[in-house]
């Protein structure tokens, strides 16, 4: 069924687009580009500008800024990216991982995994390499994250149909964040989950009522959004980051009384509405299909019947041969790439994970954590709606960049432990001095 597309040709808005662009170019603000690029990545590629799409745009304007950027940190001193020794260990895995899979791609070449290379290129590479620049000043994550709020929820307010058609709809259809019809619904939900998780850490590091407020609002309307579009893998895996970036705060003590009153008072507004409208029919309707998961049981087996036959190598991206995929992270490493490209996969979380840890998930002032623990969460939604969504270069580029993100957070928050550490260790033998020190000199 061929993508419906959407052309953007008007003169303003091409002009504006492009002016935009040049700005963001010219004082390097790579933040900003991966910001909207990774906010609308998976769908807009059903979108003209001009003679290209808005991915080329998008993809020429953060090689651009980054160029810029890196530019200006030119000396040979902050040139160099401040690496600790762990830290080439996730660079060099990722090299070969994408090594193994273009061998892969080369020895199996169809179209769809033809496709699936350019995506893990474009998409999964470039953002990752991108995030890799900017995260390690914290005021750049900030901004990233800001532009990845305000792209998902522009692309919201244009996707949703009109009010009067929305209120009449919603009571038969299931699907109505579809933005442009023939686009998978799962691209529009990504976004919004991880705004909404993106806001939270906003709430939770902002003491303004009014920016509160506002994130609050935000909020309530990327879940909305989330709920429109009928994705249950991203509804599930949500919940669960939600759930453990609260737990967190609360640890922490730093959730206020009042906005926990509003998140349970809210959430149970959403609850009774949901279940007044034929969303819900996703759940508990007649073709709700829980017990083969949507089929995808099914689709379980036959891919691990393929792992079976091709148990070390892999069967390579298509390994169905009908341009479709196992609908699991895990097992689709298994039958396209085998056991080798399963432990790229394992060993590749593994080093994320372990910087998350290594210096203590709490480690750092309370904006830094809280980011750090926001970006933790944002990679635990992907690993839940991975377990039935799942594609290596199709559905998970959010896993790559997040991770990038993780990695390059939590080197700051050993810099400052690290920092912190020297400080307290030099006061000691001060204060050692100060008691054993009389007006007369030292005793």
Not at 45 to 57: A, E, F, K, L, M
Not at 67 to 88: H, M, Y
Not at 112 to 139: C, E, H, P, R, W
Not at 200 to 223: K, P
Request: proline fraction near 3%.
């Amino acid at each position: 069924m061929p993508v419906e597309r959407l052309r953007i040709d008007e003169p303003v808005l091409l002009i504006g687009l492009v002016f935009l662009c040049a700005l963001i170019i010219l004082r390097g603000r790579v933040e900003i580009a991966t910001g909207v690029y990774c906010a609308t990545q998976r769908w807009a590629y059903s979108v003209d500008i001009g003679p290209t799409v808005w991915v080329w745009v998008w993809v020429f304007t953060i090689i651009a800024s980054a160029i810029v950027f890196l530019l200006r940190r030119s000396t040979p001193k902050s040139f160099r990216l401040s690496l600790d020794g762990k830290v080439p260990n996730i660079v060099v895995w990722s090299a070969f991982w994408l090594l193994w899979m273009f061998c892969l791609w080369r020895s199996f070449p169809t179209e769809y995994s033809t496709q699936l290379m350019k995506n893990l290129l474009v998409y999964d590479s470039l953002s990752f390499i991108a995030i890799s620049l900017l995260a390690s000043d914290l005021s750049r994550v900030k901004m990233f994250a800001l532009t990845y709020i305000g792209a998902t929820l522009v692309s919201g307010v244009i996707s949703i149909p009109s009010l009067p058609e929305l209120i009449n709809s919603i009571q038969y259809s299931i699907f109505q964040l579809r933005g442009l019809d023939s686009v998978n619904y799962l691209a529009f939900a990504v976004p919004f989950s991880i705004a909404t998780i993106f806001l939270l850490v906003s709430v939770s590091n902002t003491t303004g009522w009014w920016y509160r407020v506002l994130a609050i609002a935000a909020i309530l309307f990327c879940v909305f959004c989330v709920l429109l579009t009928g994705a249950r893998q991203s509804i599930v895996a949500l919940g669960a980051a939600w759930a453990i970036y609260i737990f967190w705060l609360l640890r922490r003590k730093r959730l206020p009384r009042w906005f926990v009153m509003v998140a349970i008072i809210m959430t149970s507004l959403v609850i009774v509405l949901y279940s007044q409208t034929a969303l819900v029919s996703r759940w508990l309707g007649p073709d709700a299909n829980l017990d083969t998961l949507g089929g995808r049981i099914q689709v379980w087996q036959d891919a691990w019947i393929v792992f079976l036959r091709s148990p070390i190598w892999g069967s390579g991206f298509d390994y169905f041969g009908a341009s479709y995929s196992a609908h699991n992270l895990w097992l689709d490493a298994l039958a396209g790439q085998g056991i080798v490209g399963f432990t790229f996969l394992i060993g590749f979380l593994v080093i994320v994970v372990r910087f998350a840890h290594a210096t203590g998930i709490d480690i750092g002032r309370d904006d830094l954590a809280g980011w750090r623990m926001g970006a933790f969460c944002v990679l635990i939604y992907s690993l839940v709606q991975a377990m039935v969504a799942g594609t290596i270069g199709a559905s998970v580029s959010h896993l790559f960049w997040v991770s990038a993100l993780i990695w390059r957070l939590s080197i700051a928050a050993k810099r400052e432990l690290l920092a912190n550490t020297t400080i307290s260790s030099l006061r000691v033998p001060l204060r050692l001095l100060a008691r054993v020190s009389t007006p007369d000199g030292y005793l």
